[in-house]
């Protein structure tokens, strides 16, 4: 099978689910080629693993001082030039096309009649999440912006849909011990001047933050690093708290590593504010609107168990999945409940007074249907919040 697989690349989260899909198809066989838009070809960063990728400008928000600017993203956003990448994309070896969230794919694949597999967080949008910040604008946006013929979500909980569990790097299992006073720091459409100042004002922990800039700086207790995928990975085992954005990924990988989370999501960006509202109504983490240095204070020296989603190998599933054909929706269900069947949650002491958390299968905590704002009343875990000590 000669697959195309569309990757957006404004954040890292999906070029971070195409590692996990591109190892996991590996095994299949499947002969695949990727293209990636959304940044300019020399901002990406270890990608030799992809091969000969191709790279168009394809199409992304503007963001700045966690806050979406609508008005630059129109500006910024050249569609003559996408719609000219999207007639011009050759699609005539390809027998199917895969897009996480990747426009020129999903309408050159849609336009010359090639199954599209439109696949990532942003499908289950299609379903009755939790949402908030969610308006005609952003609906369409969520549907529109990367079509398919098959759309499969993925998200922290089923909710009553046939969604998919996070798909993410499993962790080691020989990684090592959290440092209890380790902070990864991931706050890529935060102003960095801000971010620092107000880490700058909580010496307790020691602080390691990764933004754009291409070298490392020390100071004091302030580490900043460059873009690294491997050191991301190292730095996020060993922490013992992740400071970040509300993307998909990075809280998902934070679950996968049973590490502390709080959240800041993007102001006016309804996947962000909507996984903000899905964390916080699940237990999964602590939501702040704005950077402040008290808050994050208080939030790091509390004594909290930190939820760990233990899920199987969502990748390795859904690749053989594709490699079977059968896209009904039938079959779609099938995979779906399989997957959650074999996904627990568990809660792991943060500090010492608690001795092993207990551990549940993942339930869906809303019905088809059911009314969004109501999604998450009902907790996945009854210990979420407890700092006494659990039995299994």
Known sequence: MKILYGVQGTGNGHITRARAMRLALEQTNADVDYLFSGRSPDRYFDMAEFGACAYRAGLTLSAANGRVSYSKTVLNNSYRKFARDVRNLDLSKYSLVITDFEPVTAWAGMLRGKTVISLGHQPAFDFAIPKAGRDLRSALLMRLFAPGHVRIGMHWNPFGAPLLPPMIELPAKTAGVAQPRKVLVYLPFENERTVLEVLAQVPSHEFFVY????????????????????????????????????????????????????????ERQMEQLSNALALEQLGFADVMTSLDSRSLFRWLHEDRVAPKLVCPDVAAALASWIGEGDFRRASLDRLSADLWNRTQCQWIPHQSGATVARTKTIRTITGRGANPAEAGRVSTCDARHSTSTFST
Do not use: Q
């Open 211 to 266: 933004g754009a800039r291409t070298d490392v700086i020390h100071n004091c207790h302030l580490h900043l690093r460059p873009p690294s995928v491997p050191g991301f990975r190292a730095d996020l085992e060993s922490c013992s708290a992740v400071i970040a954005n509300a993307g998909f990924e990075l809280a998902s990988e934070c679950l996968a590593h049973g590490k502390r989370l709080i959240v800041k999501p993007v």
